[in-house]
């Protein structure tokens, strides 16, 4: 079973009500969304394998512990998605990126890929799904299922807000999946925001308002 994981480091706190206020510049919103990501990553990789190794040291020779070869793959959630991906590969710098676009279909509502490119060998990666708001959860349910398809076993989720109606999809939906977040907020709006959340993520990244 997974488990929700509300990471509430004071940083993470501090760095995420930054985000939140309207007047912080999208050249400041941009940073701190990648700082955030990067500390989150730290505790979403807490279970990665590790081995014991001989090294020498300038002193002595050592049993010492390494990451033990487990690969990763980051899929952000286009577009917002993207603003997370250079925190998380700042620690992880051999990480692979894959990129999932999605939209709602205005009739079906459903969400629709639109484009799709992982890397090859993805169902052998360990996946970090990458999506900063986790509304109604329809679009990271979607894609976390369309990376089953593809035969992914190890996937976690990653947000940075989320609300309890996308806690709750992605949990039915994916009751094996851990998610990881910065701030559980109090709820939905009538348009589909996060409240109080932080506005529109992509925007905010972007500038594109
Ligand atoms: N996507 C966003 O960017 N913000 C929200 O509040 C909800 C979904």
């Known amino acids: 079973m997974g488990q929700v994981h509300i990471l509430d480091h004071p940083l993470l706190q501090h760095k995420v009500t930054m985000l939140r206020d309207k007047n912080t510049s999208v050249k400041e919103f941009r940073e701190i969304v990648s700082e955030i990501a990067n500390l989150m990553c730290y ?5 990665m394998p590790v081995e014991e190794v001989e090294i020498e ?12 070869g487990k690969k990763m793959a980051v899929v952000p959630i286009l577009r917002a998605g993207l603003g ?3 925190g998380i590969l700042e620690l992880i710098p051999g990480a692979k990126v894959g990129h999932i676009g999605l939209y709602r279909d205005p009739e079906t509502l459903e969400p ?4 799709c490119k992982l890397p090859n060998d993805i169902a052998e ?3 970090l799904v990458l999506d900063p708001m986790l509304a109604t959860g329809g679009t990271a349910s979607a894609a976390i299922t369309f990376l089953k ?5 190890h996937i976690k989720l990653m947000s940075i807000i989320a609300a309890p109606e996308g806690v709750e999809r992605v949990r039915g939906d994916h009751p094996n999946i851990d998610i990881f977040i910065a701030a559980l907020d109090e709820r939905l709006d009538e348009r589909g925001y996060i409240v109080p959340g932080l506005g529109d993520a992509g925007d905010r990244i972007f500038g594109t308002k």
């Open 43 to 47: 505790e979403a990789t807490r279970d």
């Open 84 to 86: 997370m991906v250079d």
């Open 125 to 127: 990666r360990d996946v």
């Open 112 to 115: 629709v890929q639109y484009y």
């Open 57 to 68: 040291t300038p002193i002595a020779v050592a049993k010492a512990k390494r990451i033990a």
């Open 149 to 153: 398809d593809y035969d992914c076993r």
